[in-house]
């Protein structure tokens, strides 16, 4: 079993490059990152060719129409590592939720989970972000950390955030370790309601695959010898959850910044490194839960909105993506609609409006 050695970093043979490749692109799919970039060297920041737009397009669309069968197959007998535990009574103080965000979708996207779930779940929910906000500070502040990891949308920024969200997580002592992106809305009653199916001293991973599959990756084993490793993994743009158990047994490959070792030992991003510690090196299985849903799925499909973990929004094509809720604000007013979605959820939120208007 590989473990992070001091010194240099292990690193994918170029024998086995063309197969490493492949495994990072699929992961940088499934998480949204798959863009040829370009920058102004003084920017820092990448912009999307209009070339690179047609083709990560594409591609995109090519995955969008395999979600009928992704949706079969997360439907199936879901895959445990062991038993569920004794029901376990939860509160939201049992939680540790992590929300990673960049300074650029502050306003955009922080703002408005601020004003929706984080406003009920403020001392459990901690906003992981690449910069100094003034404004966020005075309504967050300790709970929004500025990991001072760079602003860009690769696989070593996203690592160098769940290497600080993990330390923290460890830290805090809680129950569960939840991530979430900042586009996502997480419902904490359900997720309560899920997590109490279980022990959190138990090994539970629980998420949802963007993929029929499971990864396919190469590790180093030494100068020349390579091993082909294959595991599922839970993608961050639904959200996913940890026990304390294992979070603990990942420490050899996860803490004091080990996680960005684990990540450029393997050469893929932060949540398929989560899914390679978990499965690949721990033996520990996904356990798939149809209650996570992210952007890259058809969100129109989704009903029961009381009954889901988490949902997010997007747009295919020019096209809108995102549940199909006949709320309290017009698509004008509200189109990620997760304000919406809030006041179905806490119809007493102040400024939802009177049952009467709806």
């Known amino acids: 079993m590989w473990k992070p050695a001091g010194g240099s970093i292990n690193t994918i043979s170029s024998?086995?490059?063309?197969r490493a490749a492949a495994a990072a692109v699929t992961c940088l799919l499934v998480t949204g990152m798959l863009v040829v970039t370009v920058g102004h060297p003084s920017s820092g920041h990448p912009v999307e060719t209009p070339a690179a737009a047609a083709t990560s397009g594409k591609v995109f669309s090519a995955y969008f129409r395999k979600l009928t069968r992704e949706r079969r197959a997360i439907s199936g007998p879901p895959r445990r590592s062991a038993p569920p535990g004794p029901m376990e009574h939860l509160s939201p103080a049992d939680l540790f939720i992590a929300v990673k965000s960049t300074g650029r979708y502050h306003r955009q996207r922080l703002e408005l989970l601020l004003d929706t779930w984080i406003s009920r779940n403020m001392q459990q929910t901690y906003v992981f972000t690449d910069g100094e906000d003034e404004k966020l500070r005075k309504r967050m502040g300790a709970h929004l950390i500025n990991t001072n990891c760079s602003a860009a949308h690769n696989r070593q920024a996203l690592s160098c955030k769940m290497a600080l969200e993990y330390d923290t997580f460890i830290n805090s002592g809680k129950k569960w370790f939840c991530h979430v992106d900042d586009d996502n809305y997480l419902n904490v009653g359900s997720l309560l309601k899920l997590l109490s199916q279980y022990s959190h001293t138990?090994?539970?991973?629980?998420?949802?695959?963007?993929?029929?599959?499971?990864?396919?990756?190469?590790?180093?084993?030494?100068?020349?010898?390579?091993?082909?490793?294959?595991?599922?993994?839970?993608?961050?743009?639904?959200?996913?959850?940890?026990?304390?158990?294992?979070?603990?047994?990942m420490k050899p490959w996860a803490s004091d910044g080990t996680f960005m070792a684990t990540a450029?030992?393997?050469?893929?991003?932060?949540?398929?490194?989560?899914?390679?510690?978990?499965?690949?090196?721990?033996g520990v299985s996904l356990i798939r839960s149809a209650l996570f849903h992210s952007h890259l799925e058809n969100l129109g499909l989704v009903s029961d909105i009381h009954s889901q973990v988490t949902l997010?929004?997007?747009?295919?094509?020019?096209?809108?993506n995102t549940v199909n809720l006949k709320g309290a604000f017009s698509i004008s007013e509200d189109p990620t609609r997760f304000r919406s979605i809030h006041c179905l959820l806490y119809p007493d939120t102040p400024w939802c409006p009177s049952p009467r208007r709806l």
């Open 202 to 249: 138990q090994d539970v991973y629980i998420g949802r695959p963007s993929l029929e599959r499971p990864i396919e990756a190469t590790e180093r084993l030494g100068t020349t010898d390579t091993k082909q490793v294959r595991f599922w993994f839970a993608t961050g743009g639904a959200g996913f959850c940890l026990s304390h158990g294992l979070a603990l047994k």
């Open 312 to 320: 997010s929004y997007g747009t295919v094509e020019n096209s809108r």
């Open 15 to 18: 024998a086995a490059g063309p």
């Open 264 to 282: 450029e030992h393997i050469r893929l991003p932060d949540d398929c490194t989560v899914g390679y510690i978990v499965e690949a090196l721990l």
